[in-house]
Each structure stands twice: as C-alpha cells, then as structure tokens.
C-alpha cells in the first residue's frame, strides 16, 4: 500500500521559501509508470494543480504556468521522496498543500494516493 | 487550460437519496475524468477514474458516467458517511485541472 507523508513549516514570511518535502513509502519516486505532483486548495483558487516530476529514463518536470517563474518540484532517489519549494510567496499562497501520486492504466491518469496536507500560511 | 465546471454547487438530500452531480469541460476530454470525495481536514479520496471504472474498495453505490464534455457521478442510495464534497478532475491535457466542488449536505 503506498502512502505519502508530508512534512514542512506552516507559516512562512512573505517573500521568503515555502518548502514542503512529501516521504514515498511502498512505492519509488524513480518509478517509470507514475508520476509525483504537488496540488493546493484555498477557498479563492479550489484545488489547483502546481506540477510534477517523473522519471522515464530522464527526470521530467512539468509545471502551472500560474507558478512557473517561482515552483521547483526536486525528486531525492536517496531518501526516496520528493519537494516543493515555491519561492517570494504572497499571502496569496496561503493554502493547503498536497502531495499526490498520478497512478496510471494506458492513457488514463488519477491522482491516487494523496498526503495528509499541510496548511501553509504565508504571514509576517 | 480546459474549465470543469460542476453542478449544483452544493444540495440538500436525506439518506436514501439518489444523487446526481454533473460536470462539464470547456473542451471535448474523452472519457480523461476522475471522480473523488473529500471530508472536512481530509485529503481528496479517489471514487472513480476514467469516468465510469470504480476505484478498489469504493462501494458500488457509486457510479460515473459520460464522455466528450459532459460526465455524472451518481450515488444510487446516499448513506450517512456520504455527506461531503465532491470534485471532478480532468487528465486528458496539463494542467490539470479540477472542477469548484459540489457539497452534498443533510436534509
């Protein structure tokens, strides 16, 4: 069974660096067939994508435009697990944050599991 | 980016209802739609991928349906443990992207 924990502080200071780590257990972060996203859900925005990294041979990224310039999703093989980190954020970030993996059957993709949240306040 | 947009935004039902909830995309998506409940403090939970296949261990009162624009997720029967929110989420193309929710509360 796979199951994803998340850790990270929950209060961040405007401008500075959310970063939120997700821990893969039961499963590989350098798996070929799944893929390891961030999403986030505030009232304003509902649950919103941010990006995700998987491996086929290479390390691949894919990130929301809305994000781009300031998101950066790092897999660790190491330590079996993969971060966020979302730089010069606003109180506009303030949001829960998940980590999911997309599971995969052919062409069709889900997000199944996902990680507890961690509510992230941006906040001086 | 292609727009799910659910209905109704929320509805009152009792426990033994049957529930229908819609969702539509901006854009023709195939049958590229998951379904997944969510309970107040908890993380979305899967129901149904691919419009109409019904996750392990989700009970068969749950159903999806459709293809191309419009989809359905119907609860034959609600039971108590049903009172939530439910999300659509298309995966044909990135980002992807999920629909505003619809909350299903007690009558």
């Known amino acids: 069974q796979v199951q994803l924990q998340q850790s990270g502080p929950g209060l961040v200071k405007p401008s500075q660096t959310l970063s939120l780590t997700c821990a893969i257990s039961?499963?590989?972060?350098?798996?070929?067939?799944?893929?390891w996203n961030w999403i986030r859900q505030s009232p304003s925005r509902g649950l919103e994508w941010l990006g995700r990294?998987?491996?086929?041979?290479?390390?691949?990224?894919d990130y929301a435009v809305s994000v781009k310039s300031r998101i950066s999703i790092n897999p660790d093989t190491s330590k079996n697990h993969f971060s966020l980190q979302l730089n010069s954020v606003t109180p506009d970030d303030t949001a829960v944050y998940y980590c999911?993996?997309?599971?995969?059957?052919?062409?069709?993709?889900?997000?199944?599991?996902w990680g507890q949240g961690t509510l992230v306040t941006v906040s001086s | 980016d292609i727009q799910m947009t659910q209905s109704p935004s929320s509805l009152s039902a009792s426990v033994g209802d049957r529930v229908t909830i819609t969702c539509r995309a901006s854009?023709?998506?195939?049958?590229?739609l998951n379904w997944y409940q969510q309970r107040p403090g908890k993380a979305p939970k899967l129901l149904i991928y691919?419009?109409?296949s019904l996750q392990s261990g989700v009970p068969s009162r749950f159903s999806g349906s459709g293809s191309g624009t419009d989809f359905t997720l119907t609860i034959s029967s609600l039971q108590p443990e049903d009172f939530a929110t439910y999300y659509c989420q298309q995966s044909y193309s990135t980002p992807f992207t999920f629909g505003g929710g619809t909350k299903v509360e007690i009558k």
């Open positions: 691919a419009a109409s």
């Open positions: 039961g499963d590989s972060v350098s798996s070929t067939s799944v893929a």
């Open positions: 999911a993996r997309t599971a995969t059957a052919g062409m069709y993709a889900w997000f199944d599991p």
């Open positions: 854009q023709s998506i195939n049958n590229y």
């Open positions: 990294t998987y491996y086929r041979s290479k390390w691949y990224y």
